[in-house]
């Protein structure tokens, strides 16, 4: 159980569409940096942080970067169109990544969606298989915890696995007490993502809010336990937030320098305490 931080640790200072964006966004050796200065060997490039808009020398120029650092490269993607996933494992390859997520579109899909998308995993098996790279699909409301199970299981190939997200299938709604049942024995990335859920003011309703890591509900310990015992201890502890939106981008992007370090140091002890 390695920690690590995603560009989506820190969304905010990369820039969110929509939003003011900060005066110098985050690049993704920017992102090298800040996993550096929180002592993390583990980076995880997602699609806000698009790698398929690098060419092939700010690729190399990232993958020297991150190893003059020390660090293991991680990268995600979005969608699983086979010409586009094709296009990540080659990026993935060439950062020198082992790991390559990737994540279905927010919306329940059925069981036509469910086929296209072992389809398009297995259209790209032998390049995975070929360059030793991992596949993480993520959960999300798109399937059940149980579709992407049985998945996985169809496929029934070690470079195929999960990215258990701790809050995505909250979409459908899911517990994560029942995530982690179908999905921790696959699992090879955990997004470790605390939340919070909160009535309106109304009380007609709820929200759901981000929260740093150890302060909202999940409960962190029953779950790298319940990981562990499942998939052993060789997946990746890769930090996200959903911090909210301050009075200016300025006062945001401090106050989510404060949940990445906060979070880090929560999720370090607890992973102290889980590994013995």
């Known amino acids: ?33 800040k996993a550096v200065a929180v002592d993390v060997r583990r980076v995880q490039i997602a699609d806000n ?20 650092r020390g660090l293991v490269l991680e990268a995600g993607t979005r969608g699983l169109d086979p010409d586009h996933l094709v296009r990540y494992v080659r990026i993935a390859r060439r950062i020198g990544a082992p790991l390559l997520r990737t994540v279905l579109s927010g919306r329940l899909l059925g069981s036509d969606q469910l086929a296209q998308t072992e389809a398009a995993i297995r ?10 790279i991992t596949l993480a699909l993520e959960n999300n409301e798109a399937f059940a915890a149980g579709q ?11 470079r195929v696995g999960i990215c258990l997200d701790t809050a995505n299938s909250l979409g459908r709604p899911e517990t994560l007490e029942l995530v982690v049942k179908h999905l921790a024995k696959h699992t090879v990335i955990l997004h470790a993502k605390d939340y919070d859920i909160r009535r309106v003011d109304t009380r007609m ?15 962190f310990p029953w779950l790298l336990a319940e990981l562990k015992q499942s998939a052993g201890d060789g997946f990746s502890v890769i930090l996200e ?20 370090t906060t979070s880090v140091e929560y999720l370090r002890r607890v992973l102290s305490t889980a590994r013995t």
Do not use: C
């Not at 259209?123 to 030793?132: A, D």
């Not at 996985?152 to 190939?157: A, L, P, Q, W």
């Not at 309703?205 to 409960?219: E, I, P, T």
């Open 148 to 158: 992407y199970s049985d998945l996985v299981m169809r496929i029934s190939n070690p």
């Open 241 to 260: 937030h959903w911090p909210p939106f301050e009075r200016d981008i300025s006062t945001t992007v401090a106050n989510e320098e404060r949940w990445l």
């Open 123 to 132: 259209s790209v098996l032998p390049l995975l298989e070929k360059h030793e």
């Open 49 to 68: 942080l698009p790698l398929d808009q690098l060419d092939d020398h700010e690729l190399d120029g990232l993958r020297a970067a991150a190893e003059e």
């Open 1 to 33: 159980m390695e920690l690590g931080i995603s560009s989506w640790t820190v969304p905010w200072s990369i820039g969110i569409a929509g939003y003011p964006r900060p005066s110098k966004p985050l690049d993704p050796v920017g992102l090298l940096d």
């Open 205 to 219: 309703g709820f929200s759901v809010v981000g929260a740093v890591a150890g302060d909202g509900r999940v409960d």
